[in-house]
T-cell receptor
Framework: AQSVAQPEDQVNVAEGNPLTVKCTYS??????LFWYVQYPNRGLQFLLK??????LVKGSYGFEAEFNKSQTSFHLKKPSALVSDSALYFC??????????????FGKGTSLLVTP | KAGVTQTPRYLIKTRGQQVTLSCSPI?????VSWYQQTPGQGLQFLFE???????NKGNFPGRFSGRQFSNSRSEMNVSTLELGDSALYLC????????????FGQGTRLTVV
């Protein structure tokens, strides 16, 4: 079985400060990991993914994420937050060795609020 | 390149009715997946289609079904609608399966009254 945990329902950060949105995962094999962002009344937008290789992955809009296998974490980071980054962020995992096929298993989401 | 297109954007149905939602994937993408998003349950996987075949199905009752056509377009159908089926239904397309990222449409907001 695979699962994703996003321990924070909401993260508040001041504009210009660094931000971190946390994600931990559980899979039976090796994971494919993804981050998506959702703005109100919109679908999900892909930010970045980890497949293999470098543990630090760079994505869209200045976001990056660090894969930590020992801690089974994939935290999303940005050095300097913008008010426009305020949205709902989802971490997702796909177990490359799973019998459940290629379904994405999403976390509950973390609401990011960036204040001016 | 056009994104994933879902129609309709909004739908209001009565309990007991059935509904069909449509999804046109990004050109060249062969995999289409469907997800249900609700405030209580979050994002839940419904099913995945690849080359017109259902490859995987989530934990939903048989009232939920889908299909994929030869041009990769997909439809999902929900029969005998219940109030609890009210949700945002999201379609995602991928170039292939496995490690490729999924691109989502804006969703269909279904309200069952």
């Amino acid at each position: 079985a695979q699962s994703v945990a996003q321990p924070e329902d909401q993260v508040n950060v001041a504009e210009g400060n660094p931000l971190t949105v946390k994600c931990t995962y559980s899979v039976s094999g090796n994971p494919y990991l993804f981050w998506y962002v959702q703005y109100p009344n919109r679908g999900l937008q892909f930010l970045l993914k980890y497949i293999t290789g470098d543990n630090l992955v760079k994505g869209s809009y200045g976001f990056e994420a660090e894969f930590n296998k020992s801690q089974t974490s994939f935290h999303l980071k940005k050095p300097s937050a913008l008010v426009s980054d305020s949205a709902l962020y989802f971490c997702a995992v796909r177990d490359r060795g799973s019998n459940s096929g290629y379904a994405l298993n999403f976390g509950k989401g973390t609401s990011l609020l960036v204040t001016p | 390149k056009a994104g994933v297109t879902q129609t309709p954007r909004y739908l209001i149905k009565t309990r007991g009715q059935q509904v069909t939602l449509s999804c046109s994937p990004i050109s060249g993408h062969r995999s289409v997946s469907w997800y249900q998003q609700t405030p209580g349950q979050g994002l839940q996987f419904l099913f995945e289609y690849f080359s017109e075949t259902q490859r995987n199905k989530g934990n939903f009752p048989g009232r939920f079904s889908g299909r994929q056509f030869s041009n990769s377009r997909s439809e999902m159908n929900v029969s005998t609608l219940e109030l609890g089926d009210s949700a945002l239904y999201l379609c995602a397309s991928s170039l292939d399966r496995g490690n490729t990222e999924a691109f989502f449409g804006q969703g269909t907001r279904l309200t069952v009254v």
